[in-house]
């Protein structure tokens, strides 16, 4: 099992940025690929962004291309989502997750609980 605890977002108006870490415990963090979904109101969830076990390796989805990054850190145990230049069509909750390889990002195994981002325009 790994448990995931994603935090830190918030409001925020079209333009500014967030930044927030997921804290992973159980299975050890480093042999997880580590991934980022959100879903807004209505719409079905989304890949967003997903990082190897390595760290090697950066996925994402067009439309956050150049604004956000994931990043990891296997030391803590953590991997953070920096957003950048955020955009309204960017309100959604977003979810920390884990997969077992890179192979499998989309079908993740372990989910945190979400986070609420919106962005005011």
């Known amino acids: 099992q790994v448990q995931l605890v994603d935090s830190g977002g918030g409001l925020v108006q079209a333009g500014g940025s967030l930044r927030f870490p997921c804290v992973a415990s159980g299975r050890p963090f480093s042999t997880h690929a580590m991934v980022w979904f959100r879903q807004a109101l209505g719409k079905e969830r989304e890949f967003v962004s997903a990082r190897s076990s390595s760290g090697r390796n950066t996925y994402y989805v067009d439309s956050v291309v150049g604004r956000f990054a994931i990043s990891r850190d296997n030391a803590k145990d953590t991997v953070y989502l920096q957003m950048n230049n955020l955009k309204p069509e960017d309100t959604a909750v977003y979810y920390c997750?884990?997969?077992?390889?890179?192979?499998?990002?989309?079908?993740?195994?372990?989910w945190g609980q979400g986070t609420q981002v919106t962005v005011s325009s």
């Open positions: 997750t884990a997969a077992s390889n890179i192979a499998t990002m989309k079908t993740p195994e372990y």
